[in-house]
């Protein structure tokens, strides 16, 4: 059992809340999954590359630097916690994620990189969600919209690895509550085709399928829809990218969900109770439940990003 949130805003004036209404709304998820916190949420656009890399150990920040000044342009480098965010000047030379990311897992195998894009930021830790927000300081992060999770783990290890959202793409992240019971025949055939998992978590291979439909030119409603047809077992998870956050719903509703709408804000979690927590709760807010196999998709104010390839 798990739990997942998101929210998007309707109006850019209210950006500055996401810090502080994501972790009002994934708090009392925490009943749901005491294993992990992880949130993905989307700020400042940059036309640059940012990603967000964190040790698992001590390690050499400088020397971690000097590494990527070797692959790329270094623009900005902040730490962040016991980690740093690197902004990078990919203009003249686009970057292979997928081979770099396994070059950095050999150069520096204690460091792993969380994510990447123009507006993403992934943080997950082992833990409370306030424990989350304070080490990271994110209280405050300002942003249109963001999706987080709470983890009990039920098949795979406790660790930030295996929390919380998980990435596959440039400013792609998923969340996930429940099985896939067709795991292995999925990550076999995802496998087959070059792609590398990182961890035995079910829910990285949500991500991977998303990405590959989408390098195979479908629409992120196509995608899921093939989803739905392609992946068995019980959920509720969200996908978010630069300018969209969608819900799908397993073919039995089996796992719960629940959508918060007003014309500021629309809010979706495990539990209803949930949107009680909010510092800004509007009793006349619209109230539902997905259908059984729907698949709801609402749109932000953002511009997507096509010029970040989905490599």
Known sequence: ????????????????????????????LETRGPDSCGIGVYGSATQQLKILLFAAADVSWEEVKQWWENQTKVIKCDAIANGRRLILDTTDQPLDLTQIKQRLATAF??????????????????????????????????????????????????DTYHSHPFTAAPDLCIVHNGQISNYYKLRFTLEKKGIVFETDNDSEAIAHYIRYQLLQGFSLEQALQNLLNDIDGTYTFLVAT??????????????????????????????????????????????????????????????????????
């Open 1 to 28: 059992m798990c739990g997942i949130a998101g929210i998007i805003y309707r109006q850019p004036e209210l950006y500055k809340n996401l810090g502080n209404d994501l972790l009002r709304l994934i708090q009392p």
């Open 109 to 158: 195998p204690q460091v792993h990189l969380m994510s990447t894009g123009q507006l993403l930021e992934i943080y997950k830790e082992v833990g409370t969600a306030e424990n989350l927000f304070q080490k990271y300081q994110l209280n405050n992060f300002t942003g249109s919209h963001g999706i987080g999770h709470t983890r009990m783990a039920t098949e795979s290890i406790v």
């Open 242 to 311: 630069t300018d969209k956050i969608a819900l799908v719903r397993d073919k039995f509703a089996a796992k719960p969900a629940v959508i918060y709408e007003t014309p500021e804000i629309v809010a979706i979690a495990s539990e209803y109770r949930c949107f009680l927590n909010l510092p800004h709760y509007n009793p006349n807010a619209k109230i539902s439940e997905p259908d059984a196999g729907e698949i709801k998709i609402w749109l932000t104010t953002n511009q997507p990003t096509p010029h970040l390839e989905l490599v």
